[in-house]
């Protein structure tokens, strides 16, 4: 394919350009460490871990709070989106809420968490938490009002109760936008990473690229941006393939 | 980044802390010594930000640790080491919680200690560990001040390694195990110190013997007349007398013959105590593998300003 | 022959406007009838159909049976003009749904469901997923969800509407014959005069301004391909017929 | 409106939970302060300013790092993101650059920013136009991708030259998409608002934030929270009435 | 009589499969005359206009005037079933939207505008916004979009297909009389025969198997109502040309 052999070439490109600016000198190493340099702190990293601690577990726990939020966003957001997109007084008893809260940078409030909930791991999940809760919550809602209302009334007049049509009508017509929510939730959560990781840890990617920013260490932290985007884009692309095995109907009807 | 080179402005980079630099402030010091130069005082929480800045060129001088000021040299930041601004001393103490039990270092064994990450407290905290064995068998936590405060309300940490002001927070439930004093007994002092940008020193050579000359006034006052400096310092920071008095009592101010002496930072012949110290930290930093090598003493000595010293510093 | 569905002064208006969409209008369907319902775009037929669901609520007496229709029953099936298929079920789940609704057995829906597909003619489709299959086959499977019921009623809103017309065709002959098999009465709506003569035991005419049915003609021609009649008696009065039906739409 | 009044006793309701609770002194005043707390807090920051500089300052420089970034991000995301949509070949240039580096966290990346760039406003605003940037350059993609074929074989066939089918067909159709992208934008820059006030700032709404938590200053901290999910509400409604009043025919066809 | 239109051992395949669509057909349009292409689902007949519109390339030979069709073109003007307005420009913008294009000057296109507007009964909805235009109403814009070019020929896939039936009626007559009036030529796809009848001076007619036209016909009756025919010998003549285009088209 012509279109991928370019885009393999403007990779080559940017790999190009920046090892020879680097290697030439004409940038300072803090400013843009050298290809080699990131590759050998890679290397080292991987053998012998950063801060004493191994790679795998830098990543695992890093891994370890993202998937506990998402999980913990996908029980609660889901019946509770469900729930405001099918009933108009839980809508208005819970709705605004959301709206309010959605907005507010999560390092506002991250201090007041922390106080709260500690510093260990409570604290760090529930911030990934609250990040993840809105995208999912507004996802079910809307996929509940997009719902073609044929779908429910042929089931009403088929015969099924109030739960039945929810089970096998709403909940199903409401899953692609479902999982779409999850999604986003997943890349805000992800993109909240480094902030939840920035206080008292001393573990995950996102301390280690923190960490390295304390001491300038510029290989480290242009590794960890990497290692960073190249998890966002998998994370992502796993999620993908699910979603086109599970929601086999999505955009058909 | 913006080397400007308008040499109308000077930017200056500093803590929000009783030091010398607040002293001069306050007094207008700066003022009087560069007429009609516009003067830009950049807070930092911490040396991390400052080195950031001096990198980029957005500040000329910047007072951090001097631990921030080896990761400055191990990073390459074209700057020099020009002033100790203050030594270290009971201002910064590992404190444990009274209701933890412990009683001596050793009882640290299995218990959490925070303190923030890359400053003086936090080399002097691992110093404690390594010389007791107990760098593996404690959980050493990076909180920035504010957060060791919450978490140490709340009961998460049993101790920690920091600074005023913090450390009166902590003293009404806590009880200090060893302050920094100890540390430089060992010969393994540490202080907060002044860097400035190799441009700015290549430039304008007389600015930064005014920019000493200024510090070196503070450092006097606090010699000649206690009470003024810690008067405008606690002025210039925005707290009380009796807290200004307490952080400033927990430092050394040494004077400028010192300054540029073998006991800190050197003469033109030898290189300073301090220095030396400094080397030695470096070396600490690098087994930890906070930073990526450790520098020799050419380097350091390269790193130091002190040859110009000789000439003015009479004053 | 029995009474099914009987109208009486029926008048509905939509709960989100003011203005009645029909206005007390009569009209009754007997068991076992095919009654359809033409008329311009906009007139109100969808409307009817949607009360008579009990889709919407309607003031004026609207019986099936004796009694009141209030909400969406099992006894009255509807069929889209849009198959409205669950995609995420297969053909056979699609057709059993109502009778797992309605918690019948395991064995008795598949029973059921392969009776029905074997009359469509989709036996072979049995798992496939539904957005897999053609216009008219969704369509087929729309029919055959709503026959598992077994109910008493069947409600079409143009159902062939989005066919081509040589499916369309098809499709007529295929309700006609389902008619015949499973004694069910229909209420039909169209905008093809041909599929209404074809189809109906009875046509039932709206205009575009009276907001009622204005009149309703017992059907001699069902069964008819009112497009290609070979006797030249017979299709002289069908054109009679047509005419008249047209007139009154229009008028 | 029955719907409204229930949100708004939903509100009520909490004011009066917290009222009470902190009142009765149940919660420590550093972990919860009080309502009254709170509203002096702000009538002060209103009226006397925060660390000497008054309110509207804080609040002017914020929004102008945030519009900033936002109309940067607009004048450089929608060219290149309409043509990526319209060209395979600039496609295959650009889109996997942007696919990669949009999961990074800000957080990670801001230090390099500020080596690069400085401490001053620019890295402040680049940190924000970078968050802005993804989701309309996405949005223009997903905009043009998405336009119905039949209307440009229409205007071809009615004899528009390339140029003019851009500017009469595809721009205007990809609109009702760019708009959503930039309303997703202000939305992920708000996010980070708190995160670039961060470092060597001495204003803005989110540095008044960070200030307080410092010095644990739970009112200010409480009410820079309150202001900022006000902004941000505020923010996104006023986008939308303007979405509703430009892009007239959305969801019409 | 020109010739307009020639294709030559036309076929057809589309970019993304192997198998060709249309294998070596060949029709001619005339100038000035309405040319109707009728056969079942997916046989091909949008295929073909596509073709002939210039949005997909065709091997064998596919003439305008002498010359290759390679492109879209101003001089064959595209109706599609669902209308395709612009709907961020209002019906005037929409109808003159060709004329800019080409650019033609205000004046200009304003008075080509009003006469058209005129033509489709709908100068009062010039400062309409196309999306408050019912469906009749919105094709009608889209001919008269397509008109104000003054193309040499009308390319129609479907155009009335989302009509109902009576609106449809009026739209046919309106084709006839604006091609009466305008000297334009027609190609036309439509699954409606008696529509085909009715509007065609040719009717070509394709199966569901033979990839090709397999019999063009020269139409008599067009202009007819073929629902509603007064004269029986007419409506005997008529019926016997549908049964055959229709048993052509079920071959
Ligand atoms: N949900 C609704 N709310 C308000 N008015 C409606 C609603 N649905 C339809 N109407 C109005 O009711 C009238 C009748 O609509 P209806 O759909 O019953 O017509 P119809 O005869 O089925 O037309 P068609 O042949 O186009 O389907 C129309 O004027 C329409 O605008
Ligand atoms: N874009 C396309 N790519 C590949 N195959 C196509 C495409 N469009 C249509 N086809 C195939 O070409 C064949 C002819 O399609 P076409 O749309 O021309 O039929 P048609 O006669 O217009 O049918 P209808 O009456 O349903 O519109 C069909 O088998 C269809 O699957
Ligand atoms: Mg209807
Ligand atoms: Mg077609």
Same mark, same amino acid.
């Given at each position: 394919?012509?279109?991928?052999?370019?885009?393999?070439?403007?990779?080559?490109?940017?790999?190009?350009?920046?090892?020879?600016?680097?290697?030439?000198?004409?940038?300072?190493?803090?400013?843009?460490?050298?290809?080699?340099?990131?590759?050998?702190?890679?290397?080292?990293?991987?053998?012998?871990?950063?801060?004493?601690?191994?790679?795998?577990?830098?990543?695992?726990?890093?891994?370890?709070?993202?998937?506990?939020?998402?999980?913990?966003?996908?029980?609660?957001?889901?019946?509770?989106?469900?729930?405001?997109?099918?009933?108009?007084?839980?809508?208005?008893?819970?709705?605004?809420?959301?709206?309010?809260?959605?907005?507010?940078?999560?390092?506002?409030?991250?201090?007041?968490?922390?106080?709260?909930?500690?510093?260990?791991?409570?604290?760090?999940?529930?911030?990934?938490?609250?990040?993840?809760?809105?995208?999912?919550?507004?996802?079910?809602?809307?996929?509940?009002?997009?719902?073609?209302?044929?779908?429910?009334?042929?089931?009403?007049?088929?015969?099924?109760?109030?739960?039945?049509?929810?089970?096998?009508?709403?909940?199903?017509?409401?899953?692609?936008?479902?999982?779409?929510?999850?999604?986003?939730?997943?890349?805000?959560?992800?993109?909240?990473?480094?902030?939840?990781?920035?206080?008292?840890?001393?573990?995950?990617?996102?301390?280690?690229?923190?960490?390295?920013?304390?001491?300038?260490?510029?290989?480290?932290?242009?590794?960890?941006?990497?290692?960073?985007?190249?998890?966002?884009?998998?994370?992502?692309?796993?999620?993908?393939?699910?979603?086109?095995?599970?929601?086999?109907?999505?955009?058909?009807? | 980044?913006?080397?400007?080179?308008?040499?109308?402005?000077?930017?200056?980079?500093?803590?929000?802390?009783?030091?010398?630099?607040?002293?001069?402030?306050?007094?207008?010091?700066?003022?009087?010594?560069?007429?009609?130069?516009?003067?830009?005082?950049?807070?930092?929480?911490?040396?991390?930000?400052?080195?950031?800045?001096?990198?980029?060129?957005?500040?000329?001088?910047?007072?951090?640790?001097?631990?921030?000021?080896?990761?400055?040299?191990?990073?390459?930041?074209?700057?020099?080491?020009?002033?100790?601004?203050?030594?270290?001393?009971?201002?910064?103490?590992?404190?444990?919680?009274?209701?933890?039990?412990?009683?001596?270092?050793?009882?640290?064994?299995?218990?959490?200690?925070?303190?923030?990450?890359?400053?003086?407290?936090?080399?002097?905290?691992?110093?404690?560990?390594?010389?007791?064995?107990?760098?593996?068998?404690?959980?050493?936590?990076?909180?920035?001040?504010?957060?060791?405060?919450?978490?140490?309300?709340?009961?998460?940490?049993?101790?920690?390694?920091?600074?005023?002001?913090?450390?009166?927070?902590?003293?009404?439930?806590?009880?200090?195990?060893?302050?920094?004093?100890?540390?430089?007994?060992?010969?393994?002092?540490?202080?907060?110190?002044?860097?400035?940008?190799?441009?700015?020193?290549?430039?304008?050579?007389?600015?930064?013997?005014?920019?000493?000359?200024?510090?070196?006034?503070?450092?006097?006052?606090?010699?000649?007349?206690?009470?003024?400096?810690?008067?405008?310092?606690?002025?210039?920071?925005?707290?009380?007398?009796?807290?200004?008095?307490?952080?400033?009592?927990?430092?050394?101010?040494?004077?400028?013959?010192?300054?540029?002496?073998?006991?800190?930072?050197?003469?033109?012949?030898?290189?300073?105590?301090?220095?030396?110290?400094?080397?030695?930290?470096?070396?600490?930093?690098?087994?930890?593998?906070?930073?990526?090598?450790?520098?020799?003493?050419?380097?350091?000595?390269?790193?130091?300003?002190?040859?110009?010293?000789?000439?003015?510093?009479?004053? | 022959?029995?009474?099914?569905?009987?109208?009486?002064?029926?008048?509905?208006?939509?709960?989100?406007?003011?203005?009645?969409?029909?206005?007390?209008?009569?009209?009754?369907?007997?068991?076992?009838?095919?009654? !359809?319902?033409?008329?311009?775009?906009?007139?109100? +037929? &969808?409307?009817? %159909?949607?009360?008579?669901?009990? /889709?919407?609520?309607? *003031?004026?007496?609207?019986?099936?049976?004796?009694?009141?229709?209030?909400?969406?029953?099992?006894?009255?099936?509807?069929?889209?003009?849009?198959?409205?298929?669950?995609?995420?079920?297969?053909?056979?789940?699609?057709?059993?749904?109502?009778?797992?609704?309605?918690?019948?057995?395991?064995?008795?829906?598949?029973?059921?469901?392969?009776?029905?597909?074997?009359?469509?003619?989709?036996?072979?489709?049995?798992?496939?997923?539904?957005?897999?299959?053609?216009?008219?086959?969704?369509?087929? !499977?729309?029919?055959?969800?709503?026959?598992?019921? +077994? &109910?008493?009623? %069947?409600?079409?809103?143009?159902? /062939?509407?989005?066919? *081509?017309?040589?499916?369309?065709?098809?499709?007529?002959?295929?309700?006609?014959?389902?008619?015949?098999?499973?004694?069910?009465?229909?209420?039909?709506?169209?905008?093809?005069?041909?599929?209404?003569?074809?189809?109906?035991?009875?046509?039932?005419?709206?205009?575009?301004?009276?907001?009622?049915?204005?009149?309703?003609?017992?059907?001699?021609?069902?069964?008819?391909?009112?497009?290609?009649?070979?006797?030249?008696?017979?299709?002289?009065?069908?054109?009679?017929?047509?005419?008249?039906?047209?007139?009154?739409?229009?008028?």
């Amino acid at each position: 394919m012509k279109k991928k052999s370019l885009t393999i070439s403007v990779w080559a490109f940017i790999l190009i350009v920046w090892f020879t600016v680097t290697n030439l000198g004409w940038v300072s190493p803090i400013l843009f460490p050298s290809p080699q340099e990131v590759f050998k702190t890679f290397v080292g990293i991987i053998t012998h871990g950063y801060n004493n601690i191994p790679f795998w577990e830098h990543l695992g726990i890093t891994l370890f709070r993202l998937f506990s939020a998402i999980f913990l966003a996908i029980i609660t957001a889901v019946p509770l989106g469900l729930a405001s997109g099918t009933s108009d007084t839980f809508n208005a008893i819970i709705d605004s809420l959301i709206q309010f809260y959605r907005p507010i940078p999560p390092l506002a409030y991250y201090t007041i968490l922390i106080l709260w909930l500690g510093i260990g791991e409570t604290s760090k999940i529930v911030l990934l938490y609250l990040a993840a809760f809105a995208p999912i919550y507004l996802a079910c809602v809307e996929g509940v009002k997009h719902i073609n209302s044929d779908y429910i009334l042929s089931a009403k007049s088929l015969g099924a109760n109030p739960w039945f049509v929810f089970r096998w009508v709403v909940f199903p017509g409401a899953l692609p936008n479902i999982f779409t929510g999850i999604r986003t939730a997943m890349g805000v959560s992800f993109s909240t990473l480094v902030a939840a990781e920035m206080v008292a840890s001393t573990s995950g990617i996102g301390w280690m690229v923190i960490d390295a920013s304390k001491y300038l260490k510029s290989s480290v932290m242009f590794l960890g941006i990497l290692i960073l985007g190249g998890l966002g884009l998998l994370l992502d692309f796993i999620l993908q393939k699910i979603e086109q095995k599970w929601i086999f109907w999505k955009g058909k009807s | 980044t913006s080397t400007d080179n308008n040499s109308d402005q000077i930017k200056i980079g500093i803590l929000n802390t009783p030091n010398d630099v607040a002293v001069a402030r306050n007094l207008n010091y700066f003022e009087k010594e560069f007429p009609g130069k516009q003067l830009k005082f950049i807070t930092f929480d911490s040396g991390v930000d400052a080195n950031k800045a001096l990198m980029s060129g957005g500040v000329d001088f910047a007072t951090m640790g001097d631990t921030n000021g080896v990761v400055a040299l191990t990073a390459d930041i074209p700057v020099k080491l020009l002033w100790i601004n203050e030594i270290c001393g009971n201002n910064e103490q590992l404190i444990v919680k009274k209701s933890s039990n412990i009683k001596n270092i050793q009882d640290l064994k299995g218990k959490k200690i925070a303190t923030p990450f890359a400053s003086t407290s936090h080399y002097s905290l691992m110093i404690v560990l390594k010389k007791y064995h107990l760098e593996d068998k404690v959980t050493v936590l990076d909180m920035d001040t504010q957060n060791i405060v919450a978490a140490w309300k709340r009961g998460n940490i049993d101790a920690a390694y920091t600074w005023q002001p913090t450390l009166t927070q902590l003293q009404s439930d806590g009880k200090t195990l060893l302050d920094s004093s100890t540390l430089g007994n060992w010969g393994y002092s540490t202080g907060n110190v002044t860097l400035v940008r190799d441009q700015f020193l290549k430039d304008r050579p007389k600015d930064v013997e005014k920019f000493v000359k200024v510090l070196s006034k503070a450092h006097k006052l606090r010699k000649s007349n206690y009470h003024l400096a810690v008067k405008a310092a606690a002025k210039q920071t925005g707290i009380s007398v009796s807290d200004a008095d307490k952080q400033m009592k927990g430092t050394d101010w040494i004077s400028i013959d010192q300054e540029y002496s073998t006991n800190y930072l050197g003469n033109k012949r030898n290189i300073g105590q301090f220095v030396k110290e400094m080397q030695v930290a470096g070396k600490f930093m690098y087994g930890q593998q906070t930073i990526s090598y450790a520098p020799g003493f050419d380097e350091f000595n390269n790193f130091t300003y002190r040859f110009g010293g000789d000439q003015f510093w009479k004053h | 022959m029995e009474t099914l569905i009987k109208a009486n002064n029926l008048s509905i208006k939509y709960p989100n406007t003011t203005e009645k969409i029909i206005d007390k209008t009569n009209f009754e369907i007997q068991d076992n009838e095919i009654f !359809v319902l033409v008329g311009p775009s906009g007139c109100g +037929k &969808s409307t009817i %159909l949607q009360a008579v669901a009990g /889709f919407i609520p309607a *003031d004026g007496e609207l019986l099936m049976d004796g009694e009141k229709i209030t909400e969406p029953d099992w006894n009255r099936g509807v069929v889209f003009q849009n198959s409205s298929l669950y995609p995420w079920l297969t053909v056979e789940k699609n057709i059993g749904f109502g009778l797992k609704a309605r918690g019948f057995s395991k064995e008795k829906i598949q029973k059921r469901v392969s009776y029905l597909l074997d009359i469509i003619g989709l036996s072979e489709q049995r798992n496939t997923k539904t957005f897999e299959l053609s216009g008219g086959m969704k369509q087929r !499977v729309a029919i055959a969800r709503v026959l598992a019921n +077994k &109910s008493e009623l %069947l409600l079409m809103d143009e159902p /062939f509407g989005a066919l *081509d017309a040589f499916t369309r065709f098809k499709m007529q002959k295929l309700i006609l014959d389902i008619w015949a098999k499973e004694k069910t009465s229909i209420l039909m709506i169209t905008h093809d005069l041909n599929e209404a003569i074809r189809c109906s035991n009875k046509i039932a005419v709206m205009n575009s301004h009276d907001k009622k049915i204005v009149e309703i003609f017992n059907n001699q021609f069902q069964g008819i391909d009112a497009e290609n009649i070979e006797d030249f008696e017979i299709e002289k009065k069908v054109d009679t017929f047509r005419s008249q039906i047209l007139s009154l739409i229009n008028s």
